[in-house]
Nanobody, 121 residues
Framework: QVQLVESGGGLVQAGGSLRLSCVASGGIFKIRPMGWYRQAPGKQRELVASISHTGITNYGSSVKGRFTISRDNDKSTHYLQMNSLEVEDTAVYSC???????????????WGRGTQVTVSS
């Protein structure tokens, strides 16, 4: 059983930056794709970014060029660096782990509990 714990959310002004972290335990981290989803009030959950076990990244169109996903397999941790934040980025961000050796987290096997990101104008 894999456990995922996020940290790094909070309140930031528009134009600012935050870095989210997600630490995995209880499984073999380095062979899983990892990613971040977000869900804003009244909206569907959307995939923000994913990174494969080989380091290939994918981003949602609304965050491309502003957010960067990375991973540190030695620490079983992946990160989401969020720059140029906009009010529309306000949401609960959840980290996700996909099936082993899959390229993305379009199918999620494990979820974190989520962390709130609020961007003020």
């Amino acid at each position: 059983q894999v456990q995922l714990v996020e940290s790094g959310g909070g309140l930031v002004q528009a134009g600012g930056s935050l870095r989210l972290s997600c630490v995995a335990s209880g499984g073999i981290f380095k062979i899983r794709p990892m990613g971040w989803y977000r869900q804003a009030p009244g909206k569907q959950r959307e995939l923000v970014a994913s990174i494969s076990h080989t380091g290939i990244t994918n981003y949602g169109s609304s965050v491309k060029g502003r957010f960067t996903i990375s991973r540190d397999n030695d620490k079983s941790t992946h990160y989401l660096q969020m720059n140029s934040l906009e009010v529309e980025d306000t949401a609960v961000y959840s980290c996700a782990a996909g099936p082993i050796y899959q390229p993305t987290v379009t199918r999620v096997e494990y979820w974190g509990r989520g962390t709130q990101v609020t961007v003020s104008s």
